[in-house]
């Protein structure tokens, strides 16, 4: 068992640990608010849509349902529309700033809605958890099967959170507001060239 939770550890790291939308989105968020309390929408967000992805995954349910073309198709092309959607949003954001701190630029109404649309409508993020977490967990079976997707859990809960204090004690140091506002735009370059990606490899 002790073999299947460092798989699963190392595993998840090395597929979370790239930039990637989901990331670059968390570690914003965690920088522009005014408190790490604001930040947890986008980060519990994240991690409940990681842990959905990676329990599909190893159920198995998750590839039956992506054998259907028409629903791979329909997932690609809305996983480019959000993230257009939201280079614009994120591109056109502005932290205001009051007393060297950054007001909240996200509502949590906002940070949910982002953060579920670059989990859970990200094409190669659902791939990559299929594809790879999927495939490993086949390895495994009863008790070994579960710790590996528990510390597969366990990685990306402890990811974001993390993230998000990163975030939070960069905007700290940000008294003048200008390197919000740099991320803000990297951010949405980010966020554009996946949709580019994605709809290239359509």
């Known amino acids: 068992m002790f073999e ?9 790291f090395g ?27 986008v980060i519990i967000t994240a991690a409940i849509c990681d842990t959905l992805l990676i329990s ?4 198995g349910v998750s ?17 480019i529309i959000f993230l257009i959607y939201m280079g614009f949003v994120t591109w056109n954001s502005k932290s205001t700033m009051n007393e060297g701190e950054s007001r909240i630029s996200f509502s949590p109404k ?3 809605i982002f953060a579920m649309s670059v989990s859970l409508l990200n094409p190669h993020a659902i791939l990559d ?4 977490i999927g495939t490993s967990s086949l390895a ?6 579960l710790a590996f ?14 993230l998000g204090i990163v975030g939070r004690m960069t905007g700290r140091l940000d008294h003048s507001g200008r390197f919000l506002l740099i991320l803000n735009k990297i951010s949405a370059i980010v966020m554009w060239g996946t949709a580019v990606y994605i709809g290239v490899t359509l």
């Not at 299947?4 to 998840?12: C, E, P, S, V, Y």
């Not at 590839?63 to 996983?79: I, K, N, T």
């Not at 958890?129 to 790879?132: A, L, Q």
């Not at 997707?149 to 993390?162: E, H, R, T, Y």
């Open 4 to 12: 299947a939770i460092i798989h699963g550890f190392i595993l998840a």
């Open 15 to 41: 597929l979370i640990l790239p930039l990637g939308v989901q990331n670059v989105f968390v570690f914003n968020q965690g920088a522009t608010q005014t408190r790490l309390l604001g930040a947890l929408p």
């Open 56 to 59: 599909l995954a190893v159920l």
């Open 63 to 79: 590839v039956v349902v992506l054998e259907f073309d028409w629903l791979r198709m329909l997932l690609l092309v809305a996983g």
């Open 110 to 112: 906002k940070q949910v």
């Open 129 to 132: 958890t299929i594809g790879v």
């Open 140 to 145: 495994y079976l009863g008790v070994e099967k």
């Open 149 to 162: 997707a528990v510390s597969c859990i366990l990685v990306s809960w402890l990811w974001f959170l993390s």
